[in-house]
């Protein structure tokens, strides 16, 4: 039978000759791949570990399994190369039977150096080096579901509804051979069909639907021979349909479904991309209560886990690879390596609806094969999985009718008027202009954001202040652009979370892009995060905005509060300040006291925050010439 041991304990870790006692998940660029000056470590470290010989049974067979080294790695076994990996966001694996001894020494040299070979080269974010997922020792018998086949479950279900039923082709990969039997389960655990393979109907289905009813069924693959159970393994799935129409948007089980959401990167202070299972929780429950029906998991491959948690939850998930901001003449076969273990790994995930071949691919240099390269990987993914979309997110200089925009079959933009460049309104003009030349072509907006300081403020927000004021403006205007147009099939904020750049400095704190709607730590939640509240989520709340910008100056002071009520009043030390109707966003004008205790009340719920009076606008919440910074380093 199948044991899974994991092996993230007491590792040896040298970097520059200089050895120390680690446990994975780990990388070395923890702290200078988030303190700016793009100069962190990208170079050769090694992780070393012994284990003992694992049990195995007569002709039993062990696999070493790494479900994330970044960027690439030799893995050595006693003294022998067994395998490398080119790619730091999927998992592989390897056999290792014939390498093991009775105390076995693990070599693992990782490599995050720059080359021209390896997505991501070029991009917004920190390529932290090391071995930041579990690793584990996969025993099983010498009949087992495949280890084999590019990191795969060994299971792939396909489910499909007809006429109210589900139908669930379910494929199992053997290595030797064997009796498979398959049982599908409901959520409660009772058994709704089962058999030894092909395709089971499910009467009557419950549909997996999205955020309100995300519901999933199991299926259990046993293997046997001669009448013993010698491997088993299972995988949740959900019966869903989704389409897009280029007028109407998306639709989920038949009925419209706008997609309203974010991106999200997956790293951390100090600990980058080693993040815990508790962490990914975390994150999900944050996007959960914004609100989002919607996560585009940016620009990898995200932790198999968060998948999970994304079919659990009900979000609808837009999965990608690297290939990112400039095309490398000389790394196709890695970037469709990245797509074929993407595909492979997470085909069963009923939350993941399209495969994102690109990102901003425009934006540097024009590689004399892109094209002819997107169209190879379009048509792999379609005839590697036909069950779904393909899409690119489109840098926004790129004219309407750049030819990658016909390859494949949803288009988004990452728009950012109104920040890199002025005004807002160009970003809805190229909108209409896009789905006027491509009627046929769905289309969304895969970005959009602008970055906020929780410590910078600003009664006169502008853009590039950095200020929360400017985050709130920008989204604000950005949400108009969007509610008026509903052919949209998607929206991902960018980005639901703050996240290292070591590239960047900008808002005092180099290193880091601040676009998110929630701080790099996840405790504070900026002010936009409750615009998106407001207008996405059916928890009834009141926000008084402002929070962090307590000390004011001036003859009056406005108050903005944003909520999902239609009706808020404001008190200020105990007096009514006034009653507004409206919807989302509610601002009060009232003299400034010395001290001004405020409350805003709303359908039974409080909001409270108490503003004192200063002769003049504090410094402190305006961003220093010397302390600027500038986007140089990333230029748009
Ligand atoms: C690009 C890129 C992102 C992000 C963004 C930004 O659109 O796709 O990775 O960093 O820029 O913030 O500028």
């Excluded at 870790?13 to 006692?21: E, I, N, Q, R, Y």
């Excluded at 997609?259 to 996007?287: F, S, W, Y």
């Excluded at 769905?442 to 410590?455: F, K, Q, T, V």
């Excluded at 808002?507 to 790099?520: A, D, I, R, S």
Aim: proline share 4%; aromatic share 12%.
């Amino acid at each position: 039978m199948r044991i899974v041991k994991n092996l993230n304990d007491g590792w040896k870790f040298t970097l520059d000759g200089k050895t120390s006692d680690v446990d994975i998940p780990h990388t070395w660029n923890g702290e200078d791949g988030q303190s700016g000056g793009n100069n962190y470590r990208r170079t050769v470290a090694t992780y070393e570990k012994t284990f003992p010989r694992p049990a195995l049974e007569t002709r039993g067979k062990a696999y070493l399994e790494f479900k994330g080294v970044n960027s690439s790695c030799r893995v050595f076994l006693n003294g022998s190369e067994i395998c490398a990996h080119d790619g730091g966001y999927s998992t592989f694996r390897v056999n290792v039977t014939d390498f093991l001894s009775d105390e076995n020494a693990l070599k693992v040299e990782v490599d995050n150096r720059a080359n021209e070979t390896v997505y991501p080269q070029t991009a917004d974010f920190t390529f932290y080096g090391g071995i930041y997922r579990d690793v584990n020792l996969v025993t099983v018998s010498e009949n087992h579901f495949d280890l084999d086949y590019y990191g795969g479950p060994g299971i792939k279900v396909t489910p499909t509804v007809e006429d109210g039923d589900g139908k669930a082709k379910i494929e199992t990969f053997v290595s030797g051979s064997g009796d498979v039997h398959i049982t599908i389960s409901d959520a409660d655990g009772n058994t709704v069909a089962e058999g030894c393979g092909g395709t089971f109907i499910v009467k009557d289905a419950r549909l997996w639907d999205g955020v309100k009813d995300p519901y999933l069924y199991t299926a259990k693959a046993a293997l046997s021979v001669n009448g013993n159970t010698v491997d088993e393994i299972e995988a949740a799935f959900g019966f869903r349909t989704f389409r897009v129409d280029p007028e109407l948007g998306f639709f989920l089980n038949g009925r419209s479904y706008p997609l309203r959401g974010v991106c999200r990167h997956q790293d951390r202070p100090k600990i980058g991309n080693a993040i815990t299972r508790a962490m990914h929780e975390e994150d999900v429950g944050l996007i959960c209560d914004v609100g989002a029906n919607t996560v585009r998991l940016a620009h990898y491959q995200h932790d198999d886990y968060f998948y999970d948690l994304c079919d659990r939850k009900g979000l609808i998930v837009w999965a990608e690879i690297p290939y990112i901001s400039r095309h490398m003449n000389g790394a196709d076969e890695n970037a469709m390596n990245q797509m074929r273990e993407l595909i492979t790994q997470e085909y069963n995930h009923p939350s993941i609806v399209c495969w994102g071949l690109s990102n901003e691919i425009t934006m540097h240099g024009a590689g004399d094969d892109r094209l002819a390269f997107h169209k190879k990987l379009n048509d792999f993914c379609h005839a590697y999985d036909p069950t779904r979309l393909t899409v690119i997110a489109v840098y926004m200089v790129a004219g309407v009718r750049n030819k990658l925009n016909y390859v494949p079959d949803l288009v988004s933009y990452n728009l950012y008027h109104g920040w890199y460049l002025p005004f807002f309104s160009l970003s809805g003009k190229k909108l209409d202009r896009f789905h006027k030349a491509h009627p046929a072509t769905p289309l969304g907006l895969s970005e959009y954001g602008a970055e906020a300081m929780p410590n910078l403020h600003s009664v006169k927000p502008k853009r590039g202040d950095n200020t929360e004021e400017f985050q709130c403006l920008f989204h604000e205007k950005y949400l108009d652009i969007i509610e008026s147009r509903p052919y949209i099939w998607a929206t991902h904020v960018w980005n639901m979370f703050d996240f290292a750049a070591d590239a960047r400095n900008q808002g005092g704190e180099p290193g880091m892009n601040h676009k998110g709607l929630v701080t790099f730590d996840r405790k504070t939640k900026k002010d936009a995060f409750w615009l998106y509240k407001a207008h996405w989520s059916d928890e009834k709340f009141v926000h008084i905005c402002g929070k962090r910008f307590t000390r004011r100056s001036g003859k009056t002071v406005t108050v903005k509060v944003y909520s999902n009520n239609d009706e808020v009043e404001l008190f200020v030390n105990g007096k009514s300040a006034g009653k507004k109707r409206g919807a989302y966003k509610f601002e009060f004008t009232f003299p400034l006291e010395e001290t001004n205790a405020i409350e805003a009340r709303s359908g039974g719920l409080t909001d409270e925050l108490v503003i004192t009076k200063v002769n003049s606008p504090d410094p402190a919440y305006k961003l220093s010439k010397k302390n600027k910074g500038s986007n140089k380093s990333w230029e748009k």
